[in-house]
């Protein structure tokens, strides 16, 4: 996708600060960000959001979940964390490349 800004974060055109990647998946830091652990981890493959992923996609969902986790544990969230993932107009959704928020760090409330 040539005007997503995760793909071009992706292929290196715009930088970011990297924390994960693998062949199919990346995690970076968020710029800005809303606790003091705020991750984003994103399938390296553009899905617009949530409502684009089909069925062959649900191998890399749950790898995206492990990276979550193992991310939550690497950055010391051991008394828990978030994950958000905002879909389209009505929840939020700024940048059209599925990602994954991770938030802890401190006590987060709840808001909607
Ligand atoms: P959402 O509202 O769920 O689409 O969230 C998009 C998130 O992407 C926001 O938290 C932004 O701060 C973050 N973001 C946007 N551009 C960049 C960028 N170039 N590098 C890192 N994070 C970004
Ligand atoms: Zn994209």
């Known amino acids: 996708m040539e005007d997503c800004t995760f793909c071009k974060i ?5 930088p970011s600060n990297k924390v994960y990647e693998d062949d199919e998946i990346l995690a970076f830091k968020d710029i800005n960000p809303l606790a003091p652990v705020h991750i984003l981890v994103i399938p390296k493959k553009h899905i617009s959001s949530t409502d684009d992923l089909e069925e062959n996609d649900e191998k890399l969902v749950g790898k995206i979940f492990t990276v979550l986790k193992n991310l939550a544990k690497e950055n010391g969230l051991k008394n828990g964390y978030r994950i958000v993932n905002n879909c389209g107009k009505d929840g939020g959704q700024e940048v059209k490349h599925l990602h994954f928020h991770l938030l802890g760090g401190r006590k ?4 909607v």
Request: glycine share 12%; aromatic share 0%; hydrophobic share 45%.
């Open 10 to 14: 992706i292929k290196g055109e715009i």
């Open 108 to 111: 987060l409330e709840i808001k």
